[in-house]
């Protein structure tokens, strides 16, 4: 292509796949530009507080559980394997009213490595246990994921890692959409 050419070159906009997060605020004054006396951080004026703080936003289904948090480590490795077992009985204790799973010393299900999991079914839930779970889960490794009735998607797409990111067996998570049988 000339340089002239390039010039008056406008590619397609492509649609997105994802939904506008602005609908229902087309018509919401401009947000200030002003800073906050740090500096650094914009003022946002006063408003309603989130429905986030009190409910999942859809399409995570809270019947089943919000999140689940998958957590890692590896069985060959006794300092790591130790702390496991420690931060699983830590759980237990701690967060008595999640929903923790037996704990392998092996893979299981979809994952690469030896795991254990929390379940957690509110937003504070899942606030609470993240923000102590950073701090607390040492060697381990974390996925974190909605539950939304797309294991794959939930699993793949949707997920988020503490640590490092460990592979997963996809084929045992593609089109399925109930819970998996662990070994």
């Not at 509110?122 to 040492?138: C, D, K, M, N």
Request: charged letters at 25%.
């Amino acid at each position: 292509m000339a340089a002239t050419e390039a010039q008056h070159y406008t590619p397609m906009a492509k649609k997105s796949e994802w939904p506008s997060l602005l609908e229902g605020y087309e018509d919401a004054e401009p947000l200030p530009t002003t800073f906050n006396a740090d500096g650094k951080s914009l003022y946002n004026p006063p408003g309603p507080r989130s429905a986030a703080y009190e409910e999942f936003p859809k399409p995570i289904d809270p019947t089943r559980n919000g999140f689940d948090f998958h957590i890692y480590h590896m069985p060959d490795v006794p300092a790591q394997a130790q702390y496991a077992k420690e931060l699983y009985e830590r759980i237990r204790r701690e967060f008595p009213e999640l929903r923790i799973f037996k704990f392998y010393d092996k893979p299981a299900g979809p994952h690469a490595t030896a795991v254990f999991e929390v379940d957690t079914f509110t937003p504070h839930q899942t606030g609470a246990f993240f923000s102590w779970l950073v701090i607390h889960r040492g060697p381990c490794d974390v996925l974190i994921h909605p539950n939304i009735g797309n294991l794959y998607r939930e699993h793949t797409e949707l997920a988020t890692w503490m640590g490092r990111k460990w592979p997963l067996d996809e084929d045992r998570l593609r089109n399925r959409t109930q819970k998996l049988v662990y070994n």
